[in-house]
């Protein structure tokens, strides 16, 4: 089992990506804004697999994917994406930065859970 | 008439709509004296102009939200689909998880919006408007859907300062973004078959077309 950050500035959000991720199994940490999660991911070990917000105050979530694809210990981590964002732009935005895929809420539980034991590999 | 719709569309140009907005239908509204975005159930706007927003709600509810330091607000117009779980609560239960992601997908893409104008989250101040039980034949659904508003609002600390919820007529509220004044009309129950209706089909529009996530993986 993973243990996998959980980005977003909406508290309810982060309990319903963190409750599901649980059900899985998977060990959940959370931030509410790209910065927190930044210096979360700064020291110690890298988690196994970041899902990220985009719109969020002080570091949005493109950001903070380019911030984390500097550190070496996140050269390969999956990094994904979670939001209501849909448009063709903002996803290569986020492809560019280094993002690993993108969902688009409202997101279905089974599916988030598919995609994050894809990425896990 | 005509004529005075011209002059209004002579000295007020139709302010441009934010990017994302543009389909929804605006018209000059004498009465507020400013152009006039109506919603329909599922949809929601934004503006940063001096604009109103007009909706009329049976037991769906609307959020207005603005910030009122930098003058942008918006509304949405939503219902949550139905509960079949009779009251089990579990966030991972597939009716009442799709619920609850509905309803946060609904106000959060409403935020969102406003955040992407400049808003500031905690300067949000946030009113409710609806859920009424429009039909003594329905269940409850108007309260549902303002036990969720409220409950929501409260997790994400959002400051509401004002609602006009429940009761048993249909409104019409009419939404001024730069003062935050809301007008709410209560309609003659007379109406209250006709928007029944109408909210029906839009549950029954995404009943038929699932809420899922749209995955991508580059």
Request: with cysteine; charged share 25%.
């Amino acid at each position: 089992m993973a243990r996998i950050l959980a980005v977003d500035d909406s508290a309810s959000m982060r309990q319903m990506v963190g409750l599901t991720l649980k059900s899985a199994g998977h060990d959940v940490l959370t931030a509410a804004d790209g910065d927190e999660a930044l210096k979360m991911a700064s020291v110690g070990d890298p988690v196994d697999l970041v899902i990220t917000d985009v719109n969020m105050p002080n570091m949005d979530g493109i950001s903070l994917v380019r911030e984390l694809r500097l550190l070496p210990q996140y050269k390969g981590v999956p990094l994904l994406v979670l939001t209501t964002e849909a448009s063709v732009e903002r996803k290569m935005e986020g492809k560019q930065a280094g993002a690993t895929g993108w969902i688009v809420k409202p997101f279905n539980p089974d599916r988030l859970l598919e995609t994050v034991a894809k990425v896990l590999g | 008439m005509s004529s005075n719709l011209l002059n209004s569309a002579a000295t007020h140009p139709k302010p441009n709509a934010v990017r994302g907005h543009e389909g929804i239908q605006r018209t000059w509204d004498p009465h507020a004296d400013r152009w006039c975005a109506k919603i329909l159930p599922g949809e929601y706007y934004v503006t940063n102009h001096d604009e109103a927003i007009t909706t009329v709600l049976g037991s769906c509810i609307s959020a207005c939200i603005r910030d009122p330091a930098i003058r942008v607000g918006g509304m949405n117009h939503f219902m949550l689909p139905e509960d079949t779980t009779n009251g089990k609560s579990a966030w991972l239960d597939a009716e009442l998880g799709l619920a609850t992601r509905y309803g946060s997908f609904a106000m959060e893409s409403l935020i969102n919006d406003l955040l992407k104008l400049g808003a500031k989250r905690e300067r949000l101040e946030v009113k409710l408007f609806g859920g009424g039980r429009i039909l003594a034949s329905m269940t409850d659904v108007g309260k549902r859907n303002i036990d969720f508003a409220r409950n929501w609002l409260r997790a994400e600390r959002l400051n509401l300062v004002g609602e006009d919820v429940g009761e048993t007529t249909p409104r019409r509220v009419l939404y001024f973004t730069q003062t935050g004044r809301v007008l709410v009309k209560h309609l003659r129950t007379l109406e209250s078959r006709a928007i029944a209706t109408r909210e029906e089909q839009y549950l029954t529009s995404f009943k038929q077309k699932p809420v899922e996530n749209d995955v991508e993986l580059f």
